[in-house]
């Protein structure tokens, strides 16, 4: 008897930017006027390569923002939202601490899916994709929407109290914000090949939001980033190598095999850090944060919208997650 191996895949993509642009210089400016700090000009730009990136209005939340990329990609899938089943907001940021995000994504878009929300820091919309494919594998759903939005500017310490406070908010200067989302389900060939995980968790406390858990309930002082962005990077680089060179062995495929590998991306000088390390073809990036800033889990859902349109059935498309806690996570698709 043939037995056929069941195959999951990405069917549809959708991504949402808001409509305020702010470049560098303007973000400086504000955050050396709000301190009384005399920064050099250009130096937010000099020191991460980022030229501009979105900013949420106010009204504009991260359920505004996966709620954009949701209508987008069921559009695109030609999908009414009563045709899901599973709904999986997956994100570093949320709208509120209860319920689910995933319930005020729903309640707008109109769905009747089981709902819920999945977090783990930049490495969360991977993390939700694998989730949904694990459970269509499980019989547990048919058809998922996994959704993200990311508003880390209100996260980012526009007046900082002096140079200390000004230096352990740095990294947060990177942020932009963004939504994405796709559909996740089954496939008749191609889909998700392979996924594999790196997870380093003694290094928890090197970069993060302390605020809104039971360790720190309130208090705007805990409700900023903090992080050292060196840190986290020599993290990456000491466990990142292990992780590309266990999917090559197992899956047989060198950066030749890829049409696309899009990477989460923090600076541009970090970027380039990453290809000189792994040597992946630059080309065969799509770099974003040039333009958008450093945009969380939302990062490689907006590249895999930017280039969805010309990829084929039979393309693959590596997908490189780096996220806070510290995790390293992989996907390996294939176009149906």
Not at 49 to 58: E, N, V, W
Not at 86 to 99: G, H, M, N
Not at 159 to 171: H, N, S, T, V, Y
Request: proline fraction near 3%.
């Amino acid at each position: 008897m043939d037995l056929q191996i069941p195959r999951v895949g990405i069917t549809s993509v959708g991504a949402c930017l808001p409509a305020r642009v702010l470049t560098s210089q303007q973000l400086q400016d504000e955050v050396a006027g709000g301190t009384g700090l005399r920064l050099p000009d250009g130096m937010f730009e000099k020191a991460t390569g980022i030229r501009t990136r979105h900013f949420a209005a106010d009204g504009e939340y991260a359920s505004t923002l996966a709620l954009g990329a949701a209508r987008q990609a069921l559009d695109g899938a030609g999908l009414d939202p009563l045709d899901l089943d599973l709904l999986v907001f997956a994100s570093a940021t949320r709208d509120v601490c209860e319920p689910a995000t995933a319930h005020l994504v729903q309640a707008e878009l109109g769905s009747r899916a089981h709902a819920f929300d999945l977090s783990n820091a930049c490495n969360s919309f991977l993390n939700g994709i694998d989730t949904a494919r694990a459970m269509i594998l499980a019989g547990r759903a048919r058809r998922a929407l996994v959704v993200t939005g990311e508003t880390p500017s209100r996260a980012m310490r526009r007046d900082p109290g002096g140079l200390a406070e000004f230096r352990a908010g740095f990294a947060g200067y990177t942020f932009g914000d963004a939504g994405a989302a796709v559909v996740v389900e089954a496939v008749e060939r191609g889909g998700i090949l392979d996924v594999e995980t790196e997870t380093a968790s003694e290094h928890w406390a090197v970069g993060g939001i302390p605020g809104g858990g039971s360790r720190h309930p309130r208090g705007d002082e805990y409700s900023y980033f903090r992080g050292g962005g060196k840190e986290l990077r020599g993290v990456f680089e000491r466990i990142g190598g292990a992780i590309l060179g266990r999917v090559a062995a197992r899956t047989g495929l060198g950066w030749d095999a890829y049409a696309r590998v899009l990477v989460h991306q923090v600076t541009l000088p970090y970027l380039e850090r990453f290809v000189e390390l792994t040597g992946v073809p630059a080309e065969k990036l799509v770099v974003t944060v040039d333009s958008l800033g450093n945009l969380a889990s939302a990062t490689i859902g907006v590249q895999l919208e930017r280039i969805r349109s010309e990829l084929r059935t039979g393309d693959r498309v590596l997908m490189v997650g780096l996220g806070g806690g510290v995790s390293l996570m992989t996907m390996v698709w294939e176009v149906s």
